[in-house]
């Protein structure tokens, strides 16, 4: 059984293709896994696996848990709110639907921040998520669940989505690697929308080479989501070796960003390692970076508050305050079915964009963000990635930062950028360090950033290093 | 500088947001929401003249699609979720109170 479960993804699928694995074994060994999930990783997990036919295809047999963000026809979809508790939604997410069609299929659905609005998984309406590496712990957020999951050994692998970091954030906490590729890559058809101009659906794998199969099979133009391109070429198995000829772009305003000594003494191993295998090493501004969680702050909320309007208890899920008018039950309904944090976004979303303050705001968090995009497109004419850590800190305590929402949202400082800019990244792990203050040792990833749409180089680069890198530490008690 | 958020403020946020806040929660949301507001404003004071505001990062025009009619969600399925659903509509509660 541990053996099974210490397989990657790659190596699973082609041997139950080659036959010297049952499919139906190994999904049964997951998904007991999966049922004896500690971490509250999953809401909701497949008990009766049933008669399991294999559909042929590069995913063959393959369990994925998948954020409870994405709606699954006939099983419950939450988002991590309590709003539309006991939802099942009569049609399936695209990105769901093409894995299944690559021959996945869905283990079950994994805990998340509600609506995603969060960076610790603390803000579920089901309870936190733990890490797998200290129960104490956040797993980051606000995939954290599915971050968990695979790190956590309850999944293989694990889909997810990222906003400002949602995937990256939570993977560098857990020790895994976790993709965003660029907007418009994979269809967001079927996602429940938190910020429309920023959500992307992404992997959350044990390896660079699982990400790159869940990617491939994901991405892809849809006619239900009209902003949906896909990447053209598609996506191989990554399988490059050396880094010779490429420059990575290390940002100069890193020098003076505070973050932990632990993560930085990681990130500059991971610099000199980058270098071992010819890559070369550059300073690059991007001067508009520090303003991007400024920006993001106006931009996301705003989103929200229009995206989540329809939660009015008219159409699904919950209602309450019926027996009054209609303003009541809508202001009731909102008022009981979303959490703090979703109400605080959703109350500054509505004020940038109240009339007065919507240029003063809105417009001019827009035009950030134009900057931004300008500075990586400057850095991007210079070197073929940017690099940073991805999170300015290990995993913290359960509870240490939910006091000072404006700190949580200091966490997303490096991955926010990206998405604003709606280039791909990705983060792998890079090493361990102790967290400030002292204790067990903890993941610390390190994120690299590409052009729009250049997946596969970056999945290559990605590849190389994290031979290189070869990091094999696991949670005390996971196989594999 | 711009005021930060103020009480009447949030009270008239919390209504066009269609949100019933608590007592404590006014409170609380507009001690938070000045602080959040105060970092934000930074990018208040950045010259950003002449500078295109971005609203979506792929360049993308006219997606269209032949316009054939094709099926939707059967009445019931759609319904299916509802919390008040009636007579294959969605029932609500009167706008007017005393209606």
Excluded at chain 1, 84 to 113: C, H, Q, S
Excluded at chain 1, 441 to 449: S, Y
Aim: hydrophobic share 40%; with cysteine.
């Amino acid at each position: 059984m541990g053996e099974l479960l210490g397989l990657t993804v790659a190596q699973a699928a082609a041997k139950i293709a080659a036959g010297d694995v049952s499919a139906a074994e190994y999904f049964g060994a997951w998904q007991g896994a999966a049922a004896g999930d500690e971490l509250n990783a999953y809401l909701w997990s497949v008990e009766n696996a049933g008669d399991y036919e294999v559909k042929d295809g590069p995913l063959g047999g393959i369990p994925v848990a998948v954020k409870d963000i994405f709606c699954t026809e006939g099983t419950p979809t939450t988002a991590g709110s309590r709003i539309i508790e006991g939802y099942r939604p009569p049609y399936t997410a695209t990105a769901v639907r093409r894995l299944d069609a690559a021959g996945a299929r869905v283990l079950g659905k994994t805990n998340m921040d509600e609506f995603a609005m969060g960076s610790s998984n603390e803000n579920s309406a089901y309870g936190p998520v733990l890490n797998p590496w200290d129960r104490g712990r956040v797993p980051g957020g606000s995939s954290g669940g599915s971050a968990a999951a695979v790190a956590g050994g309850l999944a293989p692998c694990a889909i997810g989505t990222d906003t400002g970091g949602s995937i990256r954030q939570p993977a560098s906490l857990c020790g895994i690697v976790g993709l965003k590729p660029t907007y418009g890559a994979i269809s967001r058809y079927g996602m429940i929308a938190f910020a429309s101009s920023l959500d992307q659906c992404g992997p959350l794998t044990r390896d660079v080479t699982d990400a790159a199969l869940l990617l491939a099979a994901m991405q892809g133009r849809d006619p239900c989501d009209s902003t949906s391109v896909g990447i053209e070429g598609g996506i191989a198995a990554p399988s490059r070796e050396d880094l010779k000829g490429l420059r990575f772009g290390v940002p100069s305003e890193l020098a003076r960003d505070t973050f932990d000594a632990g993560v930085r003494a990681v990130f500059e191993a991971t610099l000199a390692r980058i270098e071992e295998l010819g890559g070369e090493i550059a300073e690059v501004a991007l001067p508009s970076a520090e303003h991007g969680i400024s920006a993001y702050y106006v931009i996301a909320p705003a989103e929200a508050s229009s995206n989540l309007a329809r939660y009015d208890g008219v159409r699904y899920g919950m209602r309450s305050g019926g027996d009054g008018d209609l303003l009541e039950m809508y202001e009731t309904t909102r008022a009981e079915g979303f959490g703090t944090e979703v109400k605080r976004r959703i109350m500054l979303g509505t004020y940038a964009l109240s009339s007065g303050y919507y240029e003063a705001y809105y417009g001019q968090a827009q035009k950030v963000r134009t900057r931004i995009a300008e500075d990586f497109k400057a850095a991007f004419a210079e070197v073929d990635f940017v690099v940073t850590p991805t999170s300015p800190t290990v995993a913290f305590g359960l509870g240490e930062k939910t006091a000072d929402p404006l700190s949580m949202y200091l966490n997303d400082f490096f991955t926010v950028p990206m998405s604003l800019a709606g280039i791909p990244a990705i983060s792998i792990p890079a090493g361990l360090a102790e967290p400030e203050g002292g204790g067990r040792r903890l993941p610390v990833g390190f994120q690299i950033a590409a052009p729009a749409f250049a997946e596969q180089k970056l999945l290559e680069a990605s590849y190389a290093l994290e031979r290189a890198i070869g990091f094999d530490a696991r949670p005390e008690g996971v196989d594999g | 500088m711009r005021p930060m958020i103020d009480r009447d403020q949030v009270l008239h946020v919390a209504r066009l947001a269609r949100l019933r806040l608590s007592e404590d929660d006014v409170e609380t949301m507009t001690g938070e929401l000045s602080g959040i507001l105060e970092h934000v404003d930074r990018i208040g004071n950045l010259d950003l003249e002449g500078v295109e505001p971005t609203s979506h990062v792929v360049a993308l025009e006219n997606v269209l699609r032949p316009d054939v009619p094709r099926p939707s969600l059967p009445q019931d399925v759609a319904l299916a979720s509802a919390p008040e659903p009636l007579n294959g509509a969605f029932r609500v509660p009167s706008p007017q109170a005393d209606a």
